[in-house]
């Protein structure tokens, strides 16, 4: 992302801390990072593990809800 919006990081060095800026999986693909796609229907979860860059958006009526959990293991 640094790459393609210099400008942004130089104002915002955080950037990827906040959930302001999406890339298309295109320009990801492009340059060598691996891209999923996953559907979410009723009563499924999805697991995102640590340090993974996600996103999603909605496709009709949506209640979202969100929760970070750890196993014990990553307490040490």
Not at 60 to 71: I, S, Y
Request: aromatic letters at 12%; hydrophobic letters at 40%; one cysteine or more.
């Amino acid at each position: 992302m640094r790459k393609h919006l210099p400008d942004l990081f130089e104002e915002t060095p955080d950037l990827l801390h906040g959930l302001v800026t999406q890339f298309s999986p295109s320009i990801l693909k492009d340059e060598g990072v691996p891209v999923f796609r996953a559907v979410q229907r009723a009563g499924e979860y999805v697991l995102t593990f640590p340090r993974a860059y996600h996103a999603g958006f909605n496709s009709g009526f949506n209640c979202a809800e969100a929760v970070n959990v750890a196993t014990v293991d990553w307490l040490s």
